[in-house]
């Protein structure tokens, strides 16, 4: 009789085998980089929120400079954020110095630019409940002439 159930629980094991399922793919996982939370990324220079804060900060430029003519943005030439409680811009940009005086109400957008540039860095901040900029650094060096 323990024959016969050997050859019994053989066969069944068998059949069961050649009739299994297949064994399953595994999906394969592939490595991505991740955006630290609270970490510095770079942004597109042309985004509308690189604008605003580029724009705050050349008017704080602007009125904290001694200079007797207005600097005006040529470019942005690279730009990261970092949101906290805050959205923190670093921009770097170049500005130039244009002939318009800032004893005369002008605008900028016609304002035409002399040879002295600048490269500048801005750090400012953008509080999203108060909707204002608060430029927290600037610093610009001298280019060559063009």
């Known amino acids: 009789m323990v024959p016969l159930l050997v050859l019994l629980l053989s066969l069944i094991s068998a059949l069961q085998l050649g009739h299994a399922e297949q064994p399953v793919e595994e999906e394969l996982v592939s490595v991505r980089q991740v955006q630290l939370l609270g970490g ?18 050349m008017e704080d430029f602007n009125k904290k400079s001694k200079a007797r003519k207005y600097f ?59 909707n204002t900029h608060e430029v927290v650094s600037s610093s610009c060096h001298k280019q060559p002439a063009v």
């Open 72 to 130: 005006k943005l040529i470019n942005v030439t690279s730009a990261e954020t970092q949101v906290t409680n805050k959205i923190n811009y670093r921009i770097q940009a170049t500005v130039g110095k244009t002939k318009c005086l800032k004893t005369e109400m002008t605008d900028m957008e016609s304002c035409v630019l002399a040879r002295k540039r600048l490269t500048c860095k801005f750090e400012v901040k953008f509080d999203p409940r108060t």
């Open 40 to 57: 510095w990324f770079e942004r597109s220079a042309d985004s509308e929120e690189v604008q605003e804060a580029v724009r705050s900060a």
